[in-house]
């Protein structure tokens, strides 16, 4: 010791002191290396079994106890003891012998005297020997031996441990740090540990009522095999476990569907889990959805209709005074809600929990919103929006579309017109006005109706017989559509069109210069076809007759039977029908027969049609005879073999009617118009030879104009290249029509040698004067812009060609004559003037096949202006009528009894646009007598061609 004590309680104070700082010491040690192993082992207790919070809560409080225990019993272990001021002098003289144990016998001494117990002892004595032990323990240096022998063991194990520990927390500094905070806040949201880290996004939210939530969770570290996405309540409870999708990249997903109270959300794997996140709703209702429903007025004729609202189509359209309901969908449960359309509010109704409705009608043009309360009194935040907007109700559009053009007809041709009307809303009312030789309007109400329809096709027809009409007369007639709108109807008028009255002469006239061979053969071939129908039809009943009665003959069949009942009824039927369509056919045939023909030989197809017609009455008493028969069997089953017999001869004779007693004029007729329709092919490509001609002569023409420019300009190259290029369709139709002459020629070679022979002649003449590769080369210089080269070549094509215009002629010539005296020798018809009838129409440029040759034939340059169109109404009954739209090859034959339907309109698809009428036609027919008509229309093709010529 190297502090002087004065008395002995003193020293051995002090000894106590410096003993309990050295049993405090190692119980320090002890309780630390104990806590580093005891907190050691609840981690990793808890990193095998995944402690719960309370578990982990046991296991602190576990580790204080056992902390808290191991410190005071260490310390009352090491302290206890019967006498300390000896334990301790003992501990002192155990190191130091010097003291002879002194240290123990003052301890005595004084205890004694503080007892009093000083009886043959001298006091004085003992109180020197104190000091003396006092004294000596003084000058003591050397207390270790008041250290506890496992002192230095304990401090060894606890370096150890602390070294393990930094060591593990090195390697495992992941667990190591996962486990701390477990363990001091065991009830906090701290995973256990995982080498996959798992980033939950979104890491917590807010949304609204019944919104969906897509999470996502992206994996780092290893890959896990499976993700599921844990949803509890706010209690605890486990709402759903869904297994979470891959998209690839370590990212998973998975939608939480209509959320509609606060959710609790981790990712879970394989011994681990994300975080804890909290889906909080918004109470502010939202908007989902918008239907409106259209209930629109009466007189509009629409269907109620419904259509959702979005944030890219909000407009609501309708007519003036439709009604509107609303219905808005929330994503809350709804208490009321708010319509505002313009300066008007609107209180909506409950329909379902989130649902509310308001309706209200259509004023004018604005705007609305629309606004939800829900049953927490929270108003929606983001209102509904749109426009409002009225529809106009247009006025109606007619138009008469069939003949749809102005029109030429004889007498007594029957007019077929078709007019066609439609409105936004409905058609109440179509009328047709109709005036004769400028007389005040008649009009006549074709349709007229209470429901008004939206789309209305309605036909009327003009029988010209029962009018009294004679050549130059004329009919105005228009059409006009009235629409429904109430107390103002809207009245809209057709284009007026002109209906001219000609001669039949003049009527014929007109037709040769429009038909073609092809025409004439395709009108009677269509006449015949129809017919021979017929006789197929017939064929079929007589043989299914005649095999039921075969049936019943051989007893295979029981003509008292339903089913044979039946059949009989059917062949009655079938029978009877077929009649009813030959005596169809037989009127139409007579009614044909009569009408004016076209051509010279259609006088004896008209007696042929005549005659047909009579065969076919006879054909059609037959043929009901035949069903009188069968329906008799049918009747009378005991007798309906008989019956059917003599079904089967009456069918026989109507089969002769038909057949045998027409075949050879059929095949006439057939034979007739073919050969004719050969001969006409070859009177085409002679004409387009001739038209083919013309067009080299003025390209010619053209060419010497600039043939002696040498430095062309832009503007003379560019007219250049545009002959070059009419150039190079000449060449090409001569090509064309050099393979069309073989073609035709090989097709009546045999009835036609000679003319064949010509034809081939043509063609050879075409080849070998080199035509083509004149214009071949005159095209290259005129593409090259040298005029200069070009114009021999071309001039000298032409010359080749006019070489041929002759022999080309007397060709065409030659073989009319000999179609001619064939049809009259061989065929006994009388052909009359037919070939030239037919070659009008080429004459007026409009031989088939022509194209560029039929533009150019009369000096034109390919374009052009156009006659106004024309229908022609003749006597025809089969429903055809010629319409010619102005051009050389712009004829063609439609029926006026099908014309093309037209699809309804939608009301509400938009706006139609009005189509200004007039009442009469700017179109004049000047008629005074017989011919001015054709005479008026030839000047119209004249001055056609002439503006053609004047183009260049």
Known sequence: MNETTTSLAETLAYLDAARRRRVRRLALVRTLWV?????????????????????????????????????????????????????????????????????????????????????????????????????????????????????????????????????????????????IPRFLDPFGDHPRYNPTKLIVDPAGTIVDYGQDLTITVTAKGPMPKAVTLVAVNPAGEVLSEAGMLDSGDGTFFQTIENIRSEIIYHAAIERGRSKYYRIELSRIPRIESVLAHYRYPDYTGISEKTRALTDKESTLKGYRGTQVTMAMQSNRPLKTGTVTVGNRQYQCRIENENTVKATFPLVEDGKFSVIV?????????????????????????????????????????????????????????????????????????????????????????????????????????????????????????????????????????????????????????????????????????????????????????????????????????????????????S??????????????????????LSEFAKHLDNAKGHMNAGADKIKEGSDSPGNCPGSLAQAGVEQEKALKELGQQTQELRDTIRQANSEIEKMFNLMADVETFKQLYLAQKHLTRQTRSLSNVTTPDFDTRVRLKELAENEALIKDELNELKEKLREHAAQIEKEYPKVAGDAYVIAREIERRNIAELMQEGEDFLDDGNGQEAYPKVHEAYAMMHAMISFCESAGGKGCKQCEFRLKIQMMLNPGNTMDQLAQGLNMG?????????????????????????????????????????????????????????????????????????????????????GRMMAEYNRLIEAYFQRLAEDK
């Open 846 to 930: 409009g031989s088939p096949g022509m194209g560029f040759a039929g533009a150019m034939g009369r000096g034109a340059s390919g374009t052009g202006g156009g006659q106004s169109n024309l229908a022609m109404f003749g006597g025809d009954t089969f429903g055809e009528n010629l319409v010619s739209d102005g051009s050389m090859m712009g004829t063609k034959r439609v029926n006026a009894e099908t014309v093309e339907g037209h699809r309804q309109p939608d009301p509400l698809a938009g706006n139609i646009e009005e189509l200004s009428a007039q009442k009469k036609s700017n179109a004049e027919f000047e008629v005074e007598g017989q």
């Open 373 to 585: 309360t829900d049953i927490e009194g929270n108003n929606s935040t983001d209102p509904f929006a749109g426009k409002v907007k009225l529809i106009a109700d247009n006025k109606p559009y007619v138009s008469i579309v069939s003949p749809g053009m102005n029109s030429l007809a004889i007498p007594t041709a029957i007019v077929p017109l078709v007019i066609e009307a439609q409105d936004d809303l409905g058609i109440q009312n179509v009328s047709i006005f109709r005036s004769h030789n400028e007389s005040d309007d008649a009009r006549k109400a074709l349709y007229d109706v209470n429901e008004a329809e939206g789309y209305v096709r309605v036909a009327e027809t003009l029988d010209l017989g029962d009018l009294g009409l004679r050549p130059g007369d004329t009919i105005d007639y228009y059409a006009t559509a009235t629409d429904s709108l109430p107390q103002a109807p809207q009245t809209a008028a057709s284009e007026s069109f002109k209906l001219q009255i000609i001669s039949e002469e003049e009527y014929a006239r007109f037709m040769q210069s429009q038909m073609t061979a092809k025409d004439l053969r395709l009108k009677y071939d269509n006449m015949l076809a129809k017919m021979e129908e017929l006789l197929k039809a017939q064929q079929q009943l007589h043989s299914e007759t005649s095999d039921l009665k075969q049936q019943i003959q051989e007893n295979k069949a029981d003509p008292n039977s339903q089913s044979i009942k039946d059949r009989l009824a059917e062949l009655a039927q079938k029978q009877a029908e077929l009649g009813d369509k030959t005596r169809s056919l």
């Open 35 to 179: 806590g580093f192993v005891f907190s050691a082992l609840c981690f990793y207790l808890d990193a095998v079994a995944a402690l719960s919070g309370h578990q982990r809560l046991t296991l602190i409080s576990a580790f204080g106890v056992v902390i808290a225990a191991t410190y005071v019993l260490t310390r009352i272990y090491l302290n206890r003891t019967g006498c300390r001021e000896k334990m301790l002098a003992r501990l002192i003289e155990s190191e130091h012998p010097e003291m002879n144990n002194e240290l123990v016998n003052a301890i005595d001494f004084d205890q004694r005297i503080k007892d009093q117990e000083t009886q043959n002892v001298s006091v004085p004595l003992m109180k020197r020997g104190i000091d003396l032990a006092v004294n000596k323990l003084d000058r003591v240096e050397n207390l270790d031996s008041l250290e506890l022998p496992t002192m230095r063991a304990e401090s060894r194990i606890l370096k150890g441990v602390l070294a393990t520990w930094v060591l593990l927390a090195a390697i495992f500094y992941g667990w190591f740090f996962a486990e």
């Open 587 to 608: 009127a139409k045939l007579q009614q044909e027969s009569k009408t004016p023909p076209v051509f010279d030989i259609e006088k004896d197809f008209k007696k042929a």
